[in-house]
Nanobody, 119 residues
Framework: QVQLVESGGGLVQAGGSLRLSCAASGRTFRSMGWFRQAPGKEREFVSGIGGLSNTYYATSVKGRFTISRDNAKNTVFLQMINLKPEDTAVYYC???????????????WGQGTQVTVSS
């Protein structure tokens, strides 16, 4: 059974940092990504990483967020610095075959972890 379990969310002040983790079990994935969904908004792409550790970022987070992976632990991370109130959302880990910016590119999803950035 495939499972993606996120951790690391929480409440932080603007300018602060958080590190999200997503541990996959049941199989390995070539590509993994992070999406987020704020209240009243659609789920949006944040970052993705491919099998060769090629990385992709949404414009809004480029330079502030860094995605990485530990293949031995089947885990992907999202290091977030200089957080802004507009980063507040539920962050979801996703896994699939190809790295894409659409949620339909991913077949498996975690349950989400809340990130709240206070001003």
């Amino acid at each position: 059974q495939v499972q993606l379990v996120e951790s690391g969310g929480g409440l932080v002040q603007a300018g602060g940092s958080l590190r999200l983790s997503c541990a996959a079990s049941g199989r390995t994935f070539r590509s993994m990504g992070w999406f987020r969904q704020a209240p009243g908004k659609e789920r949006e792409f944040v970052s993705g990483i491919g099998g060769l550790s090629n990385t992709y970022y949404a414009t809004s987070v480029k330079g502030r967020f860094t995605i990485s992976r530990d293949n031995a632990k089947n885990t992907v991370f999202l290091q977030m610095i200089n957080l802004k109130p507009e980063d507040t959302a539920v962050y979801y880990c996703a896994a699939g075959i190809v790295v894409g910016t659409s949620s339909t590119d991913y077949s498996y999803w975690g349950q989400g972890t809340q990130v709240t950035v206070s001003s």
